[in-house]
């Protein structure tokens, strides 16, 4: 019996210093609201709640996150998501035009979702770029020099995330 207290009082005694050591590290995983604030962040399209603030607010816990999506754009999932979105979009797009007589859609179907597609991306590194520089230190430094020279990037992409990398804030 004593063996088992003494087992159970080191597992406790391990399980406090690995909670202690990652809240003073900034390992500590987002909670599921603060996860919900970044995701909102990075997918509102009038960003009116004081979106940007709330994740900066969060700190440096979001980070990771944020570095991910700076990195990654986003992910798998939500981009088929709104290709298959896009792709109903045109194909409604296109039949309305066509029962009506008008000229078809200038653009086509992979040149619309395209083009959409590209704007998401770089919607995400951009919102990204922009809390990692607000929230400051060097992580965030590091990691927008990192996202700077990503290759493939948009000229207008790269520009903001340099932007952000010359105005962070690090003490």
């Not at 019996?1 to 590290?25: D, E, K, N, P």
């Not at 007589?101 to 770089?122: D, H, M």
């Not at 020099?145 to 790269?158: E, H």
Request: hydrophobic residues 45%; contains cysteine; aromatic residues 6%.
């Amino acid at each position: 019996m004593s063996r088992l207290v003494v087992v159970v009082a080191i597992a406790i005694l391990l399980l406090i210093l690995w909670l202690l050591y990652g809240r003073q590290s900034g390992h500590t995983a987002l909670t599921p609201a603060e996860g919900a604030a970044v995701e909102h962040w990075l997918e509102c399209e009038e960003c009116r709640a004081n979106e940007l603030p709330t994740v900066v607010a969060i700190g440096v816990r979001a980070v990771p996150t944020l570095g991910t999506s700076l990195i990654l754009g986003p992910g798998g999932v939500r981009t088929a998501r709104l290709r298959e979105h896009l792709i109903r979009s045109y194909q409604s797009l296109a039949a309305y035009r066509a029962a009506h007589g008008l000229q078809p859609l200038v653009p086509t179907q992979a040149e619309y979702i395209g083009r959409f597609l590209g704007n998401y991306r770089a919607s995400y590194r951009i919102r990204s770029a922009m809390a990692v520089a607000l929230i400051g230190g060097t992580r965030a430094r590091n990691l927008l020099t990192q996202a700077s020279t990503l290759p493939g990037l948009r000229p207008d992409v790269r520009a903001r995330i340099v932007f952000q990398k010359d105005s962070v804030w690090h003490p």
